[in-house]
T-cell receptor, first 114, second 111 residues
Framework: EAQVTQNPRYLITVTGKKLTVTCSQN?????MSWYRQDPGLGLRQIYY???????DKGDVPEGYKVSRKEKRNFPLILESPSPNQTSLYFC?????????????FGQGTRLTVV | GQSLEQPSEVTAVEGAIVQINCTYQ??????LSWYQQHDGGAPTFLSY????GLEETGRFSSFLSRSDSYGYLLLQELQMKDSASYFC????????????FGTGTKLQVIP
């Protein structure tokens, strides 16, 4: 089954404690992206990757890191989480971000930073 | 920067037709996508318009007017399960690498 898998689904952590949210896709997609979703703000892009070892900033990259060492995996790293990073996070993948490109989303990770 | 405007909420009756509008301002336009998201769920792709005109997929249609920087999603024969949030989105930045989403329209279908 084609899917994007995120882990964990729920996470409560304390300020400053490094964490990683994993994302894996089994569709051999080149393009992967991370979004955060906050009430009234919709989905905002954090980082994206066009392929292995190719990553770039989206609209709200501050406080986040990513890596793309393998095509299927695109982890999101919060080196020192803060309460303003409490949010719902989605990972997505697509063949290439372009014409008629359907993005497939993971089920989301609800992060609370206290 | 990029901006997309959508109504925040729409209410419609089961069996009726509803139109959700999206106006955009982008630096370089490649196309307009629509996504559906049920409460607690992940966004799912509905449609993409790169050219002007209407694209139909079952009960859902999407329209684009590039000259007006405007598009809409049309939902026909509304069903209760269509109650969800709907987002328009545009890729931008040269090789359409970045994506900006609208803030979403929450559709409530009532009996």
């Amino acid at each position: 089954e084609a899917q994007v898998t995120q882990n964990p689904r729920y996470l409560i952590t304390v300020t400053g404690k490094k964490l990683t949210v994993t994302c894996s896709q089994n569709m051999n997609h080149e393009y992967m992206s991370w979004y955060r979703q906050d009430p009234g703000l919709g989905l905002r892009q954090i980082y994206y990757s066009m392929n292995v070892e190719v990553t770039d900033k989206g609209d709200v990259p501050e406080g986040y890191k990513v890596s793309r060492k393998e095509k299927r995996n695109f982890p999101l790293i919060l080196e020192s989480p803060s309460p303003n990073q409490t949010s719902l996070y989605f990972c997505a993948s697509s063949l290439l971000q372009g014409e008629n490109t359907e993005a497939f989303f993971g089920q989301g990770t609800r992060l609370t930073v206290v | 920067g990029q901006s997309l405007e959508q109504p925040s909420e729409v209410t419609a009756v089961e069996g009726a037709i509803v139109q959700i509008n999206c106006t955009y301002q982008t630096s370089g336009f490649y196309g307009l996508s629509w996504y559906q998201q049920h409460d607690g769920g992940a966004p799912t792709f509905l449609s993409y318009n790169a050219l002007d005109g209407l694209e139909e997929t079952g009960r859902f249609s999407s329209f684009l007017s590039r000259s007006d920087s405007y598009g809409y999603l049309l939902l026909q024969e509304l069903q209760m399960k269509d109650s969800a949030s709907y987002f328009c989105a545009v890729p931008w930045d040269g090789g359409y690498q970045k994506v900006t989403f609208g803030t979403g329209t929450k559709l409530q279908v009532i009996p």
